[in-house]
């Protein structure tokens, strides 16, 4: 009993063995707790941050560039899935017959009892051969009078060749499926790849649009002071009998408004960290930044004809229509073999030997001849073919398809290069206008202060002024931050940006 018992539980444990495991959602839930605590942590404490710094950590940690980068893994399993035509198989087979149906003869046997054993052992060859060897050992028992071994006991191995010769002529269609689906993983690579670029190209916009903000905080801060330096200048005049009221309280509005400024510029600069901060995968909010970086750069124009050439060579676009096409002529070529009928030689050569015992039987195998060799052929003729016919058709239509595809696609890089080429040249001529606008700003407000000195100048044309220069310093970084937009813009536009930065295989 207690034997019993003991195999009940080893049957049930093998079940809970080999049960297919559930996932519960409650493993991928947040620990809120340790979220916060490390939240807390970070509070005050600071990260450098730089251009290059930031593309590496966006190659590493981005969220979307570790889902772009499985998107590919689980394409490139296709590979095998395709290969897999030419797995081997190995089949296992018993079977056991007791017959006592009644029998019009007894010659026949009104009672028969086989117990039969193969195994097999198979696969199909790239050359669209497939090969098969098997045994087989058999025992039969009969009441039958006409039985001269009763029982006998057979050895049977059989080895079998089919060999395509018409529609998979040795093993085209086979071997076109696998060149296929590389030409399939090649382009899933290169889709992933442009969704790896393009997450690292957010992540340096996030974080030139982090440096705007910042410098923009900069100016407002400096503006701020410059208005309290306006606003002592009145208090004073106003106090001395120099100022009307009406003045004073004009300057006294423009400093609240700077200070007013200054808080939406502090906003807008804790969320431009904050996505910063989402598109690299930083979990403790609460660190400042410290950039490395300014938005200013040594201006330079773009050669149009350069950029073209480079975009030629790295277009990713580009690659995948080539592997259309080059996965056309592949399938054309298939599709004109499937127009052949279906045409299988096959071959096969079996020896047996029947004995009265087992050991017998084995014994005595290789010592008599007991064969049998076979060879046929097999044809079908489709007398239509209408499906073939037009499968072929289609896959023409479509190479001519992907030919004006490759067209548009040229002409589309042609338009984009330059669309992309003209406007970094047009932000850096702004950049040069606008520098020469903050100087002349600068240099009308501090004349018109020294005409303040004397008597000579208002409130409100101070104002205006000062206004006039907060203005042109903002729109000179808009400026920069477009331009530095700009030529990563371009080097997106050309496939080139990620090259720049990253060099692993996918």
Do not use: C
Request: glycine share 2%.
């Amino acid at each position: 009993m207690k034997k019993k018992k003991i195999k009940i539980f080893l049957f049930f444990l093998l079940i809970l063995v080999f049960l297919p495991r559930t996932y519960s959602l409650t493993e991928y839930v947040i620990d809120y707790d340790s979220l916060a605590k490390e939240i807390r942590n970070s509070e005050g404490k600071e990260i450098k941050l730089s251009f290059d710094l930031i593309s590496e950590l966006a190659l590493k940690n981005s969220l979307d560039i570790q889902i772009a980068r499985y998107d590919a893994y689980i394409e490139q399993t296709e590979l095998k899935k395709a290969e897999s035509i030419f797995d081997t198989f190995f089949e296992l087979e018993a079977d056991y017959i007791h017959d006592k149906k009644d029998a019009v003869s007894n010659l026949v046997g009104t009672k028969k009892k086989n117990i039969t054993y193969s195994a097999d052992i198979s696969k199909k060859l790239p050359s669209g051969t497939t090969v098969s060897l098997g045994v087989k050992a058999k025992k039969e028992k009969t009441n039958s009078t006409s039985a001269t071994i009763n029982p006998s006991y057979e050895s049977l191995a059989e080895v079998s060749i089919i060999q395509s010769l018409g529609r998979n002529f040795f093993g085209l269609a086979d071997r076109a499926d696998i060149k296929i689906t590389k030409l399939d993983i090649k382009n899933s690579d290169f889709s992933s790849l442009d969704k790896i670029e393009h997450s690292l190209f957010e992540a340096q916009k996030a974080y030139l649009n982090f440096l705007s903000m910042d410098q923009k905080l900069t100016i407002r801060k400096d503006m701020l002071d410059k208005a309290k330096e306006l606003y002592q200048i009145y208090k004073k005049k106003f106090s001395l009998g120099t100022a009307e009221k009406p003045e004073l309280l004009a300057i006294e509005a423009l400093v609240k408004r700077r200070i007013s400024e200054l808080e939406v510029a502090k906003l807008k600069r804790l969320k431009a960290k904050n996505n910063l901060f989402f598109l690299l995968n930083i979990s403790e909010i609460n660190k400042k930044i410290e950039a490395l970086d300014d938005l200013l750069i040594k201006i330079e124009k773009v050669d149009f004809y350069q950029a073209l050439r480079e975009a030629i060579e790295y277009r990713r676009d580009y690659q995948q229509i080539k592997n259309r096409l080059k996965k056309n002529d592949i399938q054309v070529a298939v599709k004109k073999n499937a127009l052949w009928p279906e045409i299988d030689l096959e071959a096969s050569f079996a020896r047996n030997n029947i004995e009265g015992s087992y050991s017998d039987s084995i014994d005595n195998f290789t010592k008599q001849s007991h064969d049998e060799i076979a060879v046929g052929i097999s044809v079908k003729i489709p007398l239509e073919n209408n499906e073939a016919e037009s499968e072929l058709e289609a896959v023409k239509l479509q190479g001519k398809k992907n030919l004006v595809l490759f067209k548009k696609n040229e002409r589309l890089i042609l338009k984009e290069i330059n669309d992309k080429a003209s406007d970094v040249n047009s932000y850096s001529t702004q950049v040069d206008t606008n520098q020469e606008i903050v100087e002349i700003q600068k240099e009308k407000l501090f004349l018109e202060k020294k005409r303040l000195e004397i008597g000579l100048s208002s409130a409100d044309i101070i104002i205006d002024y000062h206004q006039d220069l907060l203005e042109a310093r903002l729109s000179l970084v808009n400026s920069l931050f477009k331009y530095r937009l700009g030529l990563i813009g371009l080097d997106l536009a050309k496939n080139s940006l990620l090259d720049k930065y990253w060099d692993e295989p996918l």
